[in-house]
């Protein structure tokens, strides 16, 4: 149980681009999931989190008009990075949580590299 | 200021080996603490620790929580090289889960 499923596992664009990441929890229902980011050789770095229904909560230096974090459902969550640029590129992570619990499970999380 | 701080940063050892490794933390509302193995992709769930003093178990694999003197170890015996990963230390705080910088653990054969 509690299988998180991100898609997708890696993708390129071109500079300007806009990218939609989803993250999706299959056998429980998530209220809420946080998205991440990794650089090379460092820890996850929390950039938003989500609740089924409202408006994500982003951390502070996150451009929430840059990362578009919508969570229309207890299952689905979704992270656009509008107009990518190579800054942008990086390795963002998926997480859920269901409601009060204190795990969160991860997604294989997706390379975006950007050109 | 929350914080949570992970040692060793890096650890070689040969395969058989036990090793040790430490999350020491900061944190003024604590609900639990995790613990993650991450290799190539995102991290996977090891244990949560919300109790002074119960060892949790798994395997070759065990960790203990001291809330007293704010620190957690994760234990692993009889090392193979398929432990080699980052391992890392979580605080739930607040539901909010603050990471340590993570252990890179390397078993060579």
């Known amino acids: 149980g509690a299988v998180v499923s991100q898609h997708p596992s890696w993708v390129i664009c071109k500079s300007g681009t806009s990218v939609k990441i989803e993250c999706r929890s299959l056998?429980?229902?998530?209220?809420?999931m946080f998205w991440y980011r990794q650089f090379p050789k460092q820890s996850l770095m929390l950039m938003a989190t989500?609740?089924?229904?409202?408006?994500?909560?982003?951390e502070q230096g996150v451009e929430k008009d840059k990362f578009l974090i919508n969570h229309a459902s207890l299952t689905l969550s979704t992270l656009t990075v509008t107009s990518a640029h190579p800054e942008d590129s990086s390795f963002y992570i998926c997480?859920?949580?269901?409601?009060?619990?204190?795990?969160?499970?991860f997604g294989a999380g997706t390379r975006l590299s950007v050109l | 200021e929350d914080k949570v701080v992970q040692s060793p940063l890096s650890l070689v050892v040969h395969e058989g080996d036990t090793v040790t490794l430490n999350c020491s933390y900061e944190?003024?509302?604590?609900?639990?603490l995790l613990w993650y193995k991450q290799e190539k992709k995102a991290p996977t769930f090891l244990f949560m620790l919300?109790?002074s003093g119960i060892e949790k178990k798994s395997g070759r694999l065990s960790s203990i929580l001291d809330k007293k003197e704010l620190f957690s170890i994760l234990n692993i015996t009889a090392t193979q090289t398929g432990d080699s990963a980052v391992y890392l230390c979580?605080?739930?705080?607040?539901?909010?889960?603050?990471w340590g910088a993570g252990t890179k653990l390397i078993i060579k054969p």
């Open positions: 997480s859920a949580r269901t409601g009060g619990g204190n795990i969160q499970y």
């Open positions: 056998d429980f229902q998530a209220t809420t």
């Open positions: 989500s609740n089924e229904g409202s408006k994500a909560t982003y």
């Open positions: 944190v003024t509302n604590f609900r639990s």
């Open positions: 919300t109790s």
């Open positions: 979580a605080l739930d705080s607040n539901y909010q889960l603050i």
